[in-house]
């Protein structure tokens, strides 16, 4: 990402990063969250040029996109970041936004779905700008490195299964997941 074009943003210390493109894009995808998203960016890329899309990025390490600070609640910082990266979406209008869709804080049956990043999509939905959220990163009650190196690869004792689980409502906002 080191030829991407970069410019501060004005109201918080942070920068907006545009994926280099040679043409007009057919579409511009916003990526905008803290590391757990970054993590997809790879992923991404290919699509993008792929598809003649552009990515412009707005990231924060513990600051996934939402209307409050959710990894900090003190972190009067993360909240004022959300604005001005909403504001900025505002004033851009890219033709979707991506963004991380819960938190699994712990090993075992965590997920939920935080009301600000409800309250997020639907200011997003205000914009008629469509929002892909995607599920957090599984915890493990294992070191997952570790279990890989010692068993191989293709190590069934390293497997992992997810617990089957039901997306948010306009009820429960949140994931639900059950053991098997």
Known sequence: ?????????????????????????????????????EQIIGALIPIAR??????????????????????DPNDAACVAWNAAVTDEIARQRPDAVVSIASREVRVGLTEYTPPGFVEQWRRMAELDIPVLAI??????????PDCVRRHGRDATRAAW????????????????CRRT
């Open 50 to 71: 792929q598809h003649d899309w552009q990515i412009v990025t707005a990231l924060r390490g513990a600051c996934p996109f939402s209307t409050a600070s959710e990894a």
């Open 135 to 144: 599920r957090d990163n599984p915890r493990f009650d294992f070191d997952v």
């Open 1 to 37: 990402m080191n030829d991407w074009q970069c410019t501060p943003l004005a109201e918080v210390r942070s920068d907006i990063c545009s994926q280099p493109v040679a043409e007009p894009p057919e579409r511009r995808i916003f990526v905008v969250g803290d590391s757990h998203l």
């Open 161 to 176: 299964t997810a617990a089957p689980c039901t997306p948010p409502t306009r009820r429960t906002h949140s994931w639900t």
